[in-house]
Nanobody, 121 residues
């Protein structure tokens, strides 16, 4: 069993930055690929970014160049640095842990409860 807890969401203006954190406990953190998904109002949950144990990262096209994912295996924590935020980044952001990389919500094993990010124009 793995527990995943996000923090760091909030309300910001367009162009601002936020850093989300995700703390995982339970099974060995380094064995998991850590993901961020998001769900905007009225839309399906979508993949944002993921990072493997060695630091290899992937991003959805809409956040490339603006978001940076990182992980600290010693602290069992993954981060999502979000810069140049836009109103269409507004969503609930979910951290997820999975043994392998995936962009499909149906394949994710462990989810956090989500943290709200709201970007005003």
């Amino acid at each position: 069993q793995v527990q995943v807890v996000e923090s760091g969401g909030g309300l910001v203006q367009a162009g601002a930055s936020l850093r989300l954190s995700c703390a995982a406990s339970g099974r060995t953190f380094s064995t998991f690929v850590m993901h961020w998904f998001r769900q905007a109002p009225g839309k399906e949950r979508e993949f944002v970014s993921a990072i493997g144990w060695s630091g290899t990262a992937s991003y959805t096209d809409s956040v490339k160049g603006r978001f940076t994912i990182s992980r600290d295996n010693a602290k069992n924590t993954v981060y999502l640095q979000m810069n140049s935020l836009r109103p269409d980044d507004t969503a609930v952001y979910y951290c997820a842990a999975n043994v392998g990389f995936t962009t499909a919500t149906t394949e994710v094993t462990y989810w956090g409860q989500g943290t709200q990010v709201t970007v005003s124009s």
